[in-house]
């Protein structure tokens, strides 16, 4: 069964910075996509930044000179370097991934089940 699992979510000072986390794990044959998205309380679930198995990256202009994504592909792994944090960075970030599993032939999205970041002095 795939999975992916967040970590390195929590509080920090306007201007500090975190290193946000994403496992994929199970029988994963193929990972395309990767991506960050992040939801504010009663707010819309916003791309944050993608990253392809080609090495293109998109990152969302609110993010853009502050933020990294970067992977990992022998670990499966995603991570976004946020820096210059700001209060309307606080949101749940989510991981995404467009993956095949080993026993079907086709891609679908799997989401991981999200970080909280809170940006607050």
């Known amino acids: 069964q795939v999975q992916l699992v967040e970590s390195g979510g929590g509080l920090v000072q306007p201007g500090g910075s975190l290193r946000l986390s994403c496992a994929a794990s199970g029988n994963i044959a193929n990972i395309n996509v990767m991506a960050w998205y992040r939801q504010a309380p009663g707010k819309q679930r916003d791309l944050v930044a993608t990253?392809?198995?080609?090495?293109?990256?998109n990152y969302a202009d609110s993010v853009k000179g502050r933020c990294t994504i970067s992977r990992d592909n022998a670990k499966n792994a995603l991570y976004l370097q946020m820096n210059s944090l700001k209060p309307e960075d606080t949101a749940v970030y989510f991981c995404?991934?467009?993956?095949?599993?080993?026993?079907?032939?086709?891609?679908?999205?799997?989401w991981g089940q999200g970080t909280q970041v809170t940006v607050s002095s």
């Open positions: 990253l392809t198995s080609g090495g293109f990256i």
């Open positions: 995404n991934a467009e993956l095949r599993p080993s026993d079907t032939y086709t891609f679908r999205r799997y």
